[in-house]
């Protein structure tokens, strides 16, 4: 797993996803999205890579900010609310959306997609 | 860069998509010694049928595909970093340049030497190479046929698209790299013929500044080898296609019109809705689009399906509520993803280049703002006559639109920020125009002042074409290179 991938975990971000979108809840799909949306942020431009990163390491004291909890220790309700509000957040409306699309692309469209394509 | 290895060449050619893969051929053909310099990875038919969308993705596109071009709203542009350059993932479009633009451009620039004789008897010779047809429809694709039965409806132009396939099989992943080999890129078309001619192709090299005497003269470049390791490559004569990105940024890393290159970066930007029709339509059989809505490319605007993957549509949903995005990925066989093309007049520029790597800003206007207001609402008009029943416009926040008062309303409310716009087609970086006039290279590529570095890539053109630029830009590098041998 590389430091993205660790990052990536560590924030909470992919078991939001996993509440949030069907299509991630199986453990081969999450396993895609982070590793999607790790590997595109490490080829990123050096400027967006350390905003990005930035933005991951203080996602947990953010979720925590709008919803009174850690996204790890949250329920799925309150998880789903804390991203409700965090959308609203200039900023992290723009890094939620991406890091989203990364994922769902990176599920979706991923290893287990190929067959499908053949 | 001490401790470099030294290598001698004749002729360096830096980038291998449609610029540099002409320059390669043509001086290949004509007894040159050629080098090219790929910065990305050389990847076969093979690779890419056995990889997934999203590995191709990461490992084809620049940046992961995550360009980032910042102002209001921010532009993620996409360009590809792989031999063959951009041709291996766009749909393989070839149109030719009208005549009325050339006439324009030459107005603007002050060189008359690209009309439409010239640039018209190349573009010739690059369709016969390249087998060009017109793609009709094939067994899927309804969503074209139901654009182009649209468009017929209301009386707008409308036009199969020109393709440069080979027994396009309909796989339905022109973005991420032909699987079946049909699409003609430069990888499996002009680079193999350079190659059948002598040049040889280096993937994985970076080339980090031109060196030159600071008297006008190219000395070769620096350059990064695939083990990481400085290489030194000194040639007689380089020409540089890195993109319309990359080759104003490697001028400005050499000192080399820092002030200018760069400095106007015109686009094409894609607007992206989602429509939803009573019946299934499913969009992700067949190949990239059958049909493109013409009616309205005076005013610089197009319309045409895109392919439609389940990523795909996932990532264009991403920034809805996680509900609505559920909906709509269970009812995807009666979705369709629709592109509208808008050539705007407001540019984007490097601002800096930090790291070696450059920072894009845009300026868009308020006529642009008003454009895609425009172009929004008759893309609505169109795809509501085509039967469907609801659109997502291009805007995560904007609710679902049911009619055209819908669209209407939301054409009034749309604020320039809340545009949600994707650009593949960059251009005019590096503008063949008179000093005056604002360009940086003369009517032969070669920046002012310079007497053997030549551009031969999308940054030369003078402007937006508001077409697929691959025939324009392929038209102009034959001509540049054409000019250098016969001074030569």
Same mark, same amino acid.
């Given at each position: 797993?590389?430091?993205?991938?660790?990052?990536?975990?560590? #924030?909470?971000?992919?078991?939001?996803?996993?509440?949030?979108?069907?299509?991630?809840?199986?453990?081969?799909?999450?396993?895609?999205?982070?590793?999607?949306?790790?590997?595109?942020?490490?080829?990123?431009?050096?400027?967006?890579?350390?905003?990005?990163?930035?933005?991951?390491?203080?996602?947990?004291?953010?979720?925590?900010?709008?919803?009174?909890?850690?996204?790890?220790?949250?329920?799925?309700?309150?998880?789903?609310?804390?991203?409700?509000?965090?959308?609203?957040?200039?900023?992290?409306?723009?890094?939620?959306?991406?890091?989203?699309?990364?994922?769902?692309?990176?599920?979706?469209?991923?290893?287990?997609?190929?067959?499908?394509?053949? | 860069?001490?401790?470099?290895?030294?290598?001698?060449?004749?002729?360096?050619?830096?980038?291998?998509?449609?610029?540099?893969?002409?320059?390669?051929?043509?001086?290949?053909?004509?007894?040159?010694?050629?080098?090219?310099?790929?910065?990305?990875?050389?990847?076969?038919?093979?690779?890419?049928?056995?990889?997934?969308?999203?590995?191709?993705?990461?490992?084809?596109?620049?940046?992961?595909?995550?360009?980032?071009?910042?102002?209001?709203?921010?532009?993620?542009?996409?360009?590809?970093?792989?031999?063959?350059?951009?041709?291996?993932?766009?749909?393989?479009?070839?149109?030719?340049?009208?005549?009325?633009?050339?006439?324009?451009?030459?107005?603007?620039?002050?060189?008359?030497?690209?009309?439409?004789?010239?640039?018209?008897?190349?573009?010739?010779?690059?369709?016969?190479?390249?087998?060009?047809?017109?793609?009709?429809?094939?067994?899927?694709?309804?969503?074209?046929?139901?654009?182009?039965?649209?468009?017929?409806?209301?009386?707008?132009?409308?036009?199969?698209?020109?393709?440069?396939?080979?027994?396009?099989?309909?796989?339905?992943?022109?973005?991420?790299?032909?699987?079946?080999? @049909?699409?003609?890129?430069?990888?499996?078309?002009?680079?193999?013929?350079?190659?059948?001619?002598?040049?040889?192709?280096?993937?994985?090299?970076?080339?980090?500044?031109?060196?030159?005497?600071?008297?006008?003269?190219?000395?070769?470049?620096?350059?990064?080898?695939?083990?990481?390791?400085?290489?030194?490559?000194?040639?007689?004569?380089?020409?540089?296609?890195?993109?319309?990105?990359?080759?104003?940024?490697?001028?400005?890393?050499?000192?080399?019109?820092?002030?200018?290159?760069?400095?106007?970066?015109?686009?094409?930007?894609?607007?992206?809705?989602?429509?939803?029709?009573?019946?299934?339509?499913? @969009?992700?059989?067949?190949?990239?689009?059958?049909?493109?809505?013409?009616?309205?490319?005076?005013?610089?605007?197009?319309?045409?399906? #895109?392919?439609?993957?389940?990523?795909?549509?996932?990532?264009?949903?991403?920034?809805?509520?996680?509900?609505?995005?559920?909906?709509?990925?269970?009812?995807?066989?009666?979705?369709?993803?629709?592109?509208?093309?808008?050539?705007?007049?407001?540019? @984007?520029?490097?601002?800096?280049?930090?790291?070696?790597?450059?920072?894009?800003?845009?300026?868009?206007?308020?006529?642009?703002?008003?454009?895609?207001?425009?172009?929004?609402?008759?893309?609505?008009?169109?795809?509501?006559?085509?039967?469907?029943?609801?659109?997502?416009?291009?805007?995560?926040?904007?609710?679902?639109?049911?009619?055209?008062?819908?669209?209407?309303?939301?054409?009034?409310?749309?604020?320039?920020?809340?545009?949600?716009?994707?650009?593949?087609?960059?251009?005019?970086?590096?503008?063949?125009?008179?000093?005056?006039?604002?360009?940086?290279?003369?009517?032969?590529?070669?920046?002012?002042?310079?007497?053997?570095?030549?551009?031969?890539?999308?940054?030369?053109?003078?402007?937006?074409?508001?077409?697929?630029?691959?025939?324009?830009?392929?038209?102009?590098?034959?001509?540049?290179?054409?000019?250098?041998?016969?001074?030569?």
């Amino acid at each position: 797993m590389t430091g993205t991938a660790s990052a990536l975990r560590a #924030s909470g971000l992919p078991r939001c996803w996993a509440v949030e979108f069907a299509p991630l809840r199986s453990p081969a799909a999450l396993r895609e999205a982070v590793r999607h949306t790790a590997e595109s942020l490490d080829r990123a431009p050096a400027l967006q890579r350390w905003g990005l990163s930035v933005a991951l390491r203080l996602f947990p004291a953010a979720f925590l900010a709008v919803s009174g909890r850690f996204p790890r220790s949250a329920s799925p309700a309150q998880l789903r609310a804390g991203l409700a509000r965090l959308r609203g957040v200039p900023g992290y409306a723009e890094v939620l959306r991406a890091t989203t699309a990364l994922a769902l692309y990176g599920a979706l469209d991923g290893p287990a997609s190929r067959e499908a394509l053949r | 860069m001490s401790g470099a290895a030294d290598v001698d060449c004749d002729v360096l050619v830096v980038g291998s998509g449609a610029g540099g893969s002409v320059a390669a051929r043509e001086l290949a053909a004509a007894g040159r010694e050629v080098t090219v310099l790929e910065e990305g990875p050389r990847v076969s038919t093979e690779d890419l049928a056995a990889a997934a969308p999203a590995e191709s993705m990461r490992r084809l596109y620049r940046n992961g595909g995550a360009t980032a071009i910042l102002g209001t709203p921010p532009i993620a542009y996409g360009e590809a970093c792989v031999v063959g350059g951009t041709t291996v993932v766009n749909g393989g479009l070839l149109w030719q340049p009208s005549a009325a633009l050339l006439d324009r451009w030459a107005t603007l620039s002050g060189y008359g030497g690209y009309r439409d004789d010239v640039v018209g008897a190349h573009f010739a010779r690059v369709r016969k190479r390249l087998g060009m047809i017109v793609q009709e429809h094939g067994d899927g694709n309804a969503d074209s046929r139901l654009l182009a039965q649209a468009a017929a409806s209301l009386g707008w132009r409308w036009q199969h698209p020109q393709r440069v396939v080979r027994g396009c099989r309909h796989r339905n992943q022109c973005a991420t790299g032909c699987p079946s080999g @049909a699409k003609q890129s430069m990888a499996l078309s002009y680079l193999p013929d350079a190659e059948a001619l002598g040049a040889v192709i280096e993937p994985g090299v970076r080339v980090e500044r031109i060196l030159h005497d600071g008297g006008g003269t190219a000395l070769g470049v620096a350059a990064t080898g695939p083990d990481g390791r400085p290489v030194r490559y000194r040639a007689r004569t380089v020409f540089v296609a890195a993109g319309p990105v990359g080759t104003p940024t490697l001028l400005r890393r050499s000192g080399i019109h820092r002030r200018a290159a760069g400095r106007r970066l015109a686009l094409h930007l894609n607007l992206r809705t989602v429509a939803r029709f009573p019946r299934a339509v499913d @969009a992700t059989r067949g190949t990239m689009f059958t049909a493109q809505v013409q009616e309205h490319s005076a005013l610089g605007v197009l319309v045409m399906p #895109s392919n439609v993957t389940p990523g795909g549509l996932g990532a264009a949903l991403a920034g809805r509520d996680p509900g609505q995005v559920a909906a709509l990925l269970a009812a995807r066989a009666h979705l369709g993803m629709f592109t509208t093309q808008v050539r705007v007049q407001g540019t @984007a520029r490097i601002s800096a280049v930090l790291g070696g790597s450059p920072l894009l800003r845009h300026g868009l206007t308020g006529a642009d703002h008003d454009l895609m207001r425009l172009a929004f609402r008759r893309t609505a008009r169109l795809l509501f006559a085509a039967g469907a029943v609801e659109l997502l416009p291009p805007t995560s926040s904007a609710p679902p639109l049911r009619s055209e008062a819908d669209a209407a309303e939301y054409c009034a409310r749309v604020r320039p920020g809340d545009w949600e716009p994707v650009s593949v087609h960059g251009m005019a970086s590096c503008p063949m125009a008179l000093p005056e006039r604002g360009g940086v290279v003369d009517d032969r590529g070669r920046p002012h002042g310079f007497t053997n570095l030549h551009l031969c890539d999308a940054s030369v053109l003078p402007g937006a074409p508001g077409i697929s630029p691959q025939g324009t830009i392929m038209s102009y590098a034959h001509e540049i290179v054409a000019r250098h041998l016969e001074s030569t």
